[in-house]
T-cell receptor, first 111, second 113 residues
């Protein structure tokens, strides 16, 4: 069935380091792909999305490109800040009405 | 202010005692859904609704019921809670479906003893 696999955390980085969080998916058809972020004690917020192959989603310095050939949607940021510390979820949208989330990756950024 | 509200935020109950967690949105969204979040499992969708009187099962619907009698409200009902339903629950809404931005509520932490 449809599924999302993302790298286990925690990912621990120093401020201004480069970030990559890997996400791969398995799906039939043409899914949409999302990254959501959850700050401590809060609900999830949409970070970025891509709805078709080769689309690049971007927001707040984060980017991810929908790669159909490698079934991937890796999240990247060139220079992380302490305020980016959160849990990041990759998600797959299927059949226009179901969202399937990965298990989440905790990012910890230290000054 | 556009928001999704959930009540209660915290609840401790006992096995078998029926409970309802309310969810309300003020954005006139058509799509609403419920998720549970468990360590190591991420978020799993329980039920979703495309519009009033239209609901469908997500990945983990067993032991839960929902209703969508009004556009703004989407309550989650546990008829006979069990300890394995101890979890953090989130309600979410969006304009029309999952490709639209999902707005999440603050969460309800449920403990079933």
């Amino acid at each position: 069935g449809d599924s999302v696999t993302q790298m286990e955390g925690p990912v621990t980085l120093s401020e201004e380091a480069f970030l990559t969080i890997n996400c791969t998916y398995t799906a039939t058809g043409y899914p949409s792909l999302f990254w959501y972020v959850q700050y401590p004690g809060e609900g999830l917020q949409l970070l970025l999305k891509a709805t078709k192959a080769d689309d690049k989603g971007s927001n707040k310095g984060f980017e991810a490109t929908y790669r159909k050939e490698t079934t991937s949607f890796h999240l990247e940021k060139g220079s992380v800040q302490v305020s980016d510390s959160a849990v990041y979820f990759c998600a797959l949208g299927v059949d226009t009405d179901k969202l399937i989330f990965g298990t989440g990756t905790r990012l910890q950024v230290f000054p | 202010e556009a928001q999704v509200t959930q009540n209660p935020r915290y609840l401790i109950t006992v096995t078998g005692k029926k409970l309802t967690v309310t969810c309300s949105q003020n954005m006139n969204h058509e799509y609403m859904s419920w998720y549970r979040q468990d360590p190591g499992l991420g978020l799993r969708q329980i039920y979703y609704s495309m519009n009033v009187e239209v609901t469908d099962k997500g990945d983990v619907p067993e032991g839960y019921k929902v209703s969508r009698k009004e556009k703004r409200n989407f309550p989650l009902i546990l008829e006979s809670p069990s300890p394995n339903q101890t979890s953090l629950y989130f309600c979410a809404s969006s304009r029309q479906g999952i490709t639209d931005t999902q707005y999440f509520g603050p969460g309800t932490r449920l403990t079933v003893l």
